[in-house]
């Protein structure tokens, strides 16, 4: 029987990446994303559309549509990002992610907590931006903070999820060129998931709850 993995954010950059990597190794590959496109679907053997961690009735879906399935792993890739300078600070976008970043990841594990089963693996993928100690440029204030509150709520989950034996890795998957960085970046996304996926191969109950460069770099809280 081949091992299944969910995937939120994944009908493009890193998220698709993830579903083309694991589709290599013969996992059972679930895309999990708000909308769907052909590149998904030739990839993913379950696609699960129309689904926005940010909102409670959306999740209630993809609950339901994964009731009876194992996860072996799960990646929480799905995210949002907007850029706020002092002065100019937009709160709504500030709490739009953090209903994406941080709860709608946290939202996803606990609704899919009965489905992790020992030795399954969560892989948060979150951002050195959530780093408070790594902090020398500021702005970015919902971005900054939303994923700190992701590394703190994953720290947690490392914690909570060591009586079933599942562990849970902190990644940050480097300067991407993908949509959301606007075309920029130094790696591809391809490169960003296979080095994550190795991570997360290598992730167990001695090194859960770290937080982690996708080069292998342990970064700071």
């Given at each position: ?81 907007s850029s706020e300078t ?86 940050h998957p480097g300067y991407?060129?993908?949509d959301m960085t606007s ?39």
């Amino acid at each position: 029987m081949p091992q299944n993995v969910v995937i939120t954010g994944a009908n493009r950059g890193i998220g698709l990446s993830f579903c083309e990597h694991y589709k290599g190794l013969g996992f059972n590959v679930v895309g999990v994303c708000r909308t769907s496109n052909p590149n998904l679907e030739k990839i993913a053997d379950n696609v699960i559309e129309g689904i926005d961690i940010g909102k409670k009735g959306s999740c209630e879906i993809l609950f339901n549509e994964l009731a009876d399935v194992k996860v072996d792993v799960l990646i929480n890739n799905a995210g949002i990002l907007s850029s706020e300078t002092l002065g100019q600070i937009d709160f709504e976008a500030i709490s739009n992610q953090f209903q994406v970043n941080a709860i709608g990841a946290l939202r996803v594990t606990e609704g899919l907590s009965a489905n992790l089963t020992s030795n399954s693996k969560v892989a948060i993928i979150t951002s050195r931006m959530g780093s408070i100690e790594d902090n020398d440029s500021g702005g970015y204030y919902g971005y900054r903070m939303s994923k700190a509150a992701l590394n703190a709520g994953a720290k947690s989950l490392a914690i909570d999820l060591k009586n079933k034996s599942v562990a849970v890795g902190i990644f940050h998957p480097g300067y991407v060129t993908t949509d959301m960085t606007s075309g920029g970046g130094d790696i591809s996304p391809d490169q960003s998931a296979t080095r994550l996926a190795s991570l997360i191969k290598n992730l167990n109950m001695s090194n859960t709850g770290t937080f982690w460069h996708s080069n292998g770099e342990i970064l700071p809280w």
